[in-house]
T-cell receptor
């Protein structure tokens, strides 16, 4: 069975600085997708960034980028030029590409605080 | 285009009762998934529907059930509620439930069982 681990329950960053959130996963599959979702307080979960396992190039979305290390099964999220609006719970998630399924396996989340 | 909507947003029930939660996916989306979010267990997959058929099911007791209608709206039902069923229930939709698609989440229904 696949598992996702986020070892940092909480992180904090100063506005305009850079922060990296960690995620490791375990799977025997070779084809899968990895995601970072953001859940602001009392607001709905939104997709931040996604990575396809067969793509070696790290995904980037504006200030958000990932460091995908397939052999190490590591998938970290880097937030550059942090903004107050980045404060939220961040969840790392895994989805198999081998089956026709939307099922996501989530990590336990990292609460990010952003200080002015 | 309207996002995923869930009703009701908040619900208080007592132990032993049953509850039905509703999820309306984004227009045109045919795949709906449900998740339970609790502080202790985190986000756990409940089940997934595509074209009115359950395609996948998580590891939850039979008290948790769901269905999907021809218009892709989905409902989940929890019978004989227990205190531990208190949670935020999220649904997510995607176009066809295929590997390359993005899932969009609703705001959730917060259920409190007393």
């Amino acid at each position: 069975a696949q598992t996702v681990t986020q070892s940092q329950p909480e992180m904090s960053v100063q506005e305009a600085e850079t922060v990296t959130l960690s995620c490791t996963y375990d799977t025997s599959e070779s084809d899968y997708y990895l995601f970072w979702y953001k859940q602001p307080p009392s607001r709905q979960m939104i997709l931040v960034i996604r990575q396809e396992a067969y793509k070696q190039q790290n995904a980037t979305e504006n200030r958000f980028s990932v460091n995908f290390q397939k052999a190490a099964k590591s998938f970290s999220l880097k937030i550059s030029d942090s903004q107050l609006g980045d404060a939220a719970m961040y969840f790392c998630a895994y989805r198999s590409a081998s089956y026709n399924t939307d099922k996501l396996i989530f990590g336990t989340g990292t609460r990010l605080q952003v200080f002015p | 285009k309207a996002g995923v909507t869930q009703t009701p947003r908040y619900l208080i029930k007592t132990r032993g009762q049953q509850v039905t939660l509703s999820c309306s996916p984004i227009s045109g989306h045919r795949s709906v998934s449900w998740y339970q979010q609790t502080p202790g267990q985190g986000l756990q997959f409940l089940f997934e529907y595509f074209s009115e058929t359950q395609r996948n099911k998580g590891n939850f007791p039979g008290r948790f059930s769901g269905r999907q209608f021809s218009n892709s709206r989905s409902e989940m039902n929890v019978s004989t509620l227990e205190l531990g069923d208190s949670a935020l229930y999220l649904c997510a939709s995607s176009l066809m439930g295929q590997r390359q698609e993005t899932q969009y989440f609703g705001p959730g229904t917060r259920l409190l069982v007393l």
